[in-house]
């Protein structure tokens, strides 16, 4: 059996190999981060696309709103006349004399019958007295009841003022 009572003499291993292994984590280290970094950067790309991509799909989308929109206002359109259609010659020949005794300086641009059988009338006018010229014709007339002036304005720019007339 050998002992050996000498002391051990002190292991200089450990600092060696730290002092190796010191490079490859800072190595290890710099890799981490500049992958997280190219993550980031790809991330930031992407999202940009994806904004693009979803501006182009919207300014795509805008036509088919607009033409959606005026095929629902061309089909409120429809119904309104085969509305008025269906009411009979009676309402034909009123309207007529009403376009008839219509002063020049105005024009109807919609008509809007309800079930109860009020006729709602709007259109434009070069003046307010020829709103007023409007209202009279329609009282002269014994086709429709007292007329009633709901709004006549003129729009911000426009020539003609816009008006609505009930009347039953």
């Known amino acids: 059996m050998r002992v050996n009572l ?36 790809r991330s930031t790309q992407l999202a940009a696309r994806s904004a693009a991509q979803r ?9 088919v709103r607009t033409l959606r929109s005026d095929v629902a206002r061309l089909e409120r359109s429809a119904i309104e006349s085969e509305r008025l259609r269906a009411s009979g010659p009676k309402l ?11 002063p020049r300086a105005s024009w109807l641009t919609s008509l809007e019958l309800a079930d109860d059988g009020t ?17 009279a014709s329609l009282d002269r007339s014994h086709a429709f009841g007292a007329a009633r002036l709901l709004d ?8 003609a003022l816009r008006f609505q007339i009930e009347t039953r």
Do not use: K
């Open 6 to 41: 000498l002391e051990r003499e002190p292991s200089a291993a450990w600092p060696t190999r730290a002092a190796r292994a010191l490079p490859l984590l800072t190595l290890a280290l710099a890799t981490a981060a500049a992958g997280a970094h190219i993550a980031a950067a």
């Open 152 to 159: 006549a304005q003129r729009p911000a720019g426009a020539a």
């Open 119 to 135: 006729l709602r009338i709007t259109g434009r006018a070069t003046g307010f007295t020829i709103v007023g010229d409007v209202l």
């Open 92 to 102: 034909a020949a009123a309207l007529a004399q009403l376009a008839a005794d219509l």
């Open 55 to 63: 501006a182009a799909a919207e300014a795509r989308a805008a036509p």
